[in-house]
């Protein structure tokens, strides 16, 4: 079964007069400095395309829910998405009104009145029966719509209230917003047919972290590249030394098994490195693939990276996911930009960003324009990328009893 998107015409039907139920990922970074400015708006930039498209159908209410943070269950006021609604109110030029919580019973007058055509619930996760996917807290929330769109991509591998169960109330009602149809559609040419020669690039700072997905990409890539903390147990389970480096025992021990592997060959470590006496202290040159003493790996090292883009450079897709170094500091950046340099630079290859880091880098190094797609889901595109499909997915595509 096709999973369906609010592009098609059936949708367009259905939406036409009636209220529409939408899940979007507003969870989105707060300025540290001042916890009422929304530091990255991104995630709700990603939603406004869907939401203007659901207006566009006729829609005669439009009820937006979202997750925000961590409040576990409870009412906890700084993770309020009352910026979010004002984010949303700017960006729209309509009035959007915020509800007390996610079932005030105000919710329902709010719904006969010809005003407020654009309702925000309160944080779901204000509820403890979001996270335990209750099914009666689910159908609550589905009272408050006629069709439900999903388009909440970096929550869709959460088996939630309202990202999994709610699909249980809206059968042939249920629909994918925008992003979520440009993510899967992006995902797929890297999880069903990608074009060969197919690379891929994993860095970041735990092998235990990522052990499903460079298991996963072991059995269709042409390479794998490995930078970031990441290296280290790969180099040290290869006999080498890596000083003070980031390196874990149960790291090291999953990197043999990983290196055990019939497909161990496509695995491309660093040669050479960046490292310092310090965390983040002065740079140290080490023009080898061992790190002695008390040195600490950072980067990977300029014959790595030319290396590394030279693998780039032939190929026609390209996963991205987990920086080189400490590329937070412009001293042990090089790696990471330089990666990102280059897949800028690709003509004729499919280039898939994901993971928060390599996201961040991304958009530092000014790039992103230049990238086929940018994952908006960390988490979940990881998981996608392992399992083919997620179960907020699975849920919308097929429905449940």
Not at 105 to 121: C, D, P, Q
Not at 136 to 152: I, K, N, P
Not at 216 to 244: C, E, N, R, W
């Amino acid at each position: 079964m096709a999973l369906k998107f609010i592009t098609e015409e059936s949708f367009k039907t259905l939406a036409k007069d009636k209220k529409v139920l939408a899940r979007f990922d507003f969870n989105v970074p707060m300025d540290k400095k001042d916890g009422a400015v929304i530091a990255d708006t991104t995630r709700i930039d990603e939603a406004i395309p869907t939401i203007k498209a659901i207006l566009e159908a006729g829609a005669k209410k439009v009820i937006l829910m979202s997750h925000f943070g961590r409040p576990k269950g409870k009412v906890d006021m700084q993770y309020s998405l009352e910026p979010v609604a004002k984010c949303l109110a700017e960006k729209l030029g309509m009035e959007v009104t915020l509800t007390e919580t996610a079932l005030d019973r105000g919710i329902k007058t709010l719904l006969g009145l010809n005003e407020s055509k654009i309702i925000l619930l309160q944080n779901l996760r204000f509820h403890p029966e979001e996270e335990g996917n209750d099914r009666e807290f689910a159908r609550q929330l589905s009272t408050y719509g006629d069709v439900f769109v999903f388009d909440a991509f970096g929550a869709a591998h959460r088996k939630h209230a309202s990202t999994y169960e709610i699909n249980a109330f809206f059968k042939n009602k249920a629909y994918g917003g925008l992003l979520l149809k440009r993510e899967v559609e992006s995902l797929d040419r890297i999880v069903k047919d990608p074009k060969k020669p197919f690379v891929a690039v994993v860095g970041g700072a735990k092998v235990s972290d990522k052990i499903k997905i460079i298991e996963a990409l072991l059995i269709s890539v042409d390479k794998l590249l490995i930078g970031g903390a990441m290296a280290y147990p790969f180099l040290k389970a290869q006999g080498h030394t890596v000083g003070k480096s980031l390196c874990s025992d149960e790291d090291v021990t999953l990197a043999k098994r990983i290196l055990g592997m019939p497909s161990k060959n496509k695995i491309v470590l660093p040669s050479d490195h960046l490292c310092s006496l310090t965390f983040g202290g002065e740079p140290v040159d080490v023009g080898q693939t061992n790190i002695e003493g008390d040195l600490i790996g950072l980067d990977i090292g300029p014959s790595t990276i030319v290396n590394y883009n030279d693998y780039l450079r032939n190929a026609k897709t390209v996963l991205w996911n987990g920086p080189m170094g400490l590329f937070e500091n412009k001293a042990y950046a090089k790696g990471t930009l330089g990666i990102a340099k280059t897949l800028s630079e690709l003509k004729d290859a499919f280039t898939l960003v994901g993971g928060g880091d390599s996201v961040n880098a991304v958009n530092q190094s000014g790039l992103a324009s230049k990238m086929s797609h940018i994952s908006t889901g960390g988490g979940a595109s990881l998981e996608y990328i392992e399992n083919g499909t997620l179960p907020g997915i699975q849920a919308l595509k097929f429905g449940i009893d």
